[in-house]
RNA sequence: GCGCGGUUAGCUCAGUUGGAUAGAGCGUUGGCCUCCGGAGCCAAAGGUCACAGGUUCAAAUCCUGUACCGCGCGCCA
């Protein structure tokens, strides 16, 4: 890169030459509409062009194509990284960089190594990634698998990019839900107890691990939870369950932890819930928020739909609200129950108030699309409790369709019958299964066949990837055993073919696809470029023979192929998916 | 009823915060192994960017409305 890129240098051209022209009076002094700087699609239009001319026309009171002329007047007259610029359809200027400087890009990205594509767009800003954060109730399925790839990706494009970037796992450690937990542990411990069936409790998770944690207790804690189903007349039952709910989240954690592990996962901090409520952590969020005067005590209205819920009981109750409405929010929100008991919301927002508090003043989530209904409450609490906007962005997953042959699976924790994440991961490998859910945008529902995932994996776009890194790789081993030896002359004495010089053009592109994939919160891009140059790379390689018997040849197409592969492999090290050397 | 997301080739989806002639994979049809890894390559066919208006030099992209699909919607977590 030598400090600045292509990009960055020629924004920099025509900033400077519409200024001379405010100057001179052929533009208004003053703020001016933004232009652009991009990437044509069509080779014959150059490698940059910007639509200045035609943004500014009006404001130099000139049709567009005269301004491009009046505005390229200026241009520096003494440089080699470009050959020639033109005015081209309604206004547009293209840029045409030299065959010399393209040459050039070749070694700068060998020399920049795994370190090409990373820059410090972010300032070491720090930002705060919370994703996962499921509940400590169950094993994970498939669409947690997503909502964690997609975490982990983008921040290592944050970290990639110069910000500071923590990640942070959200445990729900202190509802309702952990306690159906530990009642079902109860319910099967009861059960091998008494050696039978028994009807199980109103709410109740059946899964098969609910066995496994029971086998799991300690022997003492076992023996007395066994002590107080046989005789529950003893007082000591609540802290007996209390201890033994405590040991299957912890359980259910650890399970959930070798999950991520095995897709290489990994976070800064756990935060626990019941931490938060131990530390006053609510009570403090309401007092600020109460200072503020967005609480007031209200009546809740009748909320419409709902479809299975009937709403004959519904009885409008005075209590605190949160005057979410100021800030977009469509109704305000309860804090607090009649009798007084915190809501969920609350929790949620004191703990992103305890968030900003340590010092992240951005905040990132990726969340499944069934909490989208929570976005805007959480972001207008966060407003108002901090007097900033836009601390927290929300990435929404959409749901992961899992099928077998084409044919839905249909799968119900209620009924114990889903497949868990980890069958997928050992199954199809954690490879396979990161790209693949790499290979659609966040938004879009993903539909994950595992027959075609386990039984065809060749028809895998990483494989497509790695067999381009791994066919790299090849050459030079295959080099070795020819005895051939590489010249060390600099590639940029080579004259690449216009094939090679659009291979080099792709490979240019790279770090600003890194920065706009980060900036846009879409790992997804990353998986698409790979794919494209893994393609450009397989149709070069077809048509031209790396390790020819002209030394000067050789020595060009060896570079162009060193560079590719450490595109490849810093992508791919973005995804956390292995390049390997062979297959 | 309301909110969020979606609608692009037969199927699954990209499309760089408005750019020039809308792309890829799979599938279909037809080709490429005396040569560095055929897990590869080449070619062909395939489109009213859901529909209707609007905004401007320029709309798949932004705005409004309509249709359909998904998710969500209590004083649960």
């Known amino acids: ?198 009807p199980p409790p109103e709410e109740f998770y059946p899964g098969e691990y609910v066995v496994d944690i029971v086998h799991a207790l300690p022997p003492p804690l076992r023996k007395e939870l066994e002590a107080w189903l046989v005789n529950p007349r003893d007082g000591q039952g609540e802290t ?62 009748k909320p419409k739909g709902g479809a299975d819920k009937s709403q004959g009981d519904w009885e409008a109750r005075q209590q605190p609200l949160f005057r979410a409405t100021l800030f977009g929010d469509d109704v305000d929100r309860p804090l607090q129950k009649p009798d007084g008991q915190y809501t969920y919301f609350a929790a949620d927002i004191a703990y992103h108030l305890n968030k900003y508090e340590r010092g992240f003043a951005r905040l990132v989530n990726i969340w499944g699309a069934d909490h989208g209904g929570y976005v805007k409450r959480v972001q207008a609490a966060l407003e108002g409790m901090t007097g900033t906007k836009d601390v927290l962005k929300v990435l929404l997953v959409q749901m992961v369709n899992l099928t077998r042959q084409g044919q839905p699976v249909r799968m119900s924790k209620r009924a114990g019958n889903f497949v868990t994440l980890r069958d997928v991961v050992e199954q199809v490998g954690s490879d396979a299964v990161r790209f693949w859910f790499l290979t659609r945008a966040s938004v879009s529902q993903l539909d994950f066949d595992l027959d075609l995932a ?75 470029y790979l794919q494209e140059l893994a393609a450009m790379f397989h149709t070069y390689y077809n048509g031209n023979r790396i390790l020819d018997d002209d030394p000067g040849i050789r020595n060009g197409r060896l570079a162009l192929c060193r560079a590719v592969r450490q595109v490849l492999a810093n992508g791919l090290e973005l995804m956390g998916v292995k390049a390997p050397e062979r297959m």
């Open 454 to 528: 386990v039984a065809r994996t060749n028809d895998n776009p990483v494989y497509y990837v790695q067999y381009a890194h791994a066919r790299i790789c090849s050459i030079g081993r295959t080099m070795a055993e020819k005895g051939m030896q590489e010249t060390g002359d600099d590639p940029a004495s080579y004259p690449y073919s216009p094939d090679e010089l659009d291979l080099v053009r792709y490979l240019d592109t790279y770090p600003e696809m890194v920065e706009s994939a980060a900036q846009h919160l879409e790992p997804h891009r990353i998986a698409f």
């Open 240 to 301: 007996v369950l209390t201890t033994v709910t405590r040991f299957a989240v912890d359980w259910v954690l650890q399970d959930i932890r070798k999950d991520l592990t095995q897709l290489d996962i990994s976070f800064d901090h756990w935060f626990s819930e019941r931490s938060l409520h131990e530390q006053d952590g609510i009570k403090h969020a309401l007092e600020i928020l109460r200072a503020r005067g967005w609480i007031h005590d209200g009546l809740l209205e």
């Open 1 to 198: 890169m030598q400090g600045v890129c292509m990009k960055d240098l020629l924004q920099q051209w025509v900033d400077g030459m519409v200024s001379r022209l405010q100057a001179e009076g052929v533009l208004p002094e003053g703020a001016l509409p933004g232009y652009r700087m991009d990437r044509p699609k069509e080779r014959d239009h150059g490698d940059f062009s910007t639509n200045a001319a035609m943004v500014l026309a009006r404001f130099a009171k000139m049709k567009p194509r005269d301004l491009a002329a009046r505005l390229l007047a200026t241009l520096p007259q003494t440089q080699t990284d470009i050959d020639r610029w033109e005015v081209a359809g309604p206004g547009f200027i293209n840029f045409f960089v030299s065959h010399r400087r393209l040459r050039q890009q070749v070694g700068e990205i060998i020399a920049a190594g795994s370190a090409y594509g990373r820059s410090t767009l972010g300032r070491g800003e720090k930002v705060m990634v919370e994703f996962v954060s499921a509940n400590p109730t169950g094993p994970m399925h498939v669409g947690h698998g997503r909502g964690a790839v997609t975490g982990d990706v983008l921040c290592r494009l944050l970290q990639a990019t110069g910000y500071a970037v923590h990640r942070e796992y959200y445990i729900n450690d202190a509802g309702r839900q952990v306690d159906v937990l530990g009642r079902s542990v109860a319910h099967r411990c009861r059960e091998l107890l008494e050696n039978r069936s028994l």
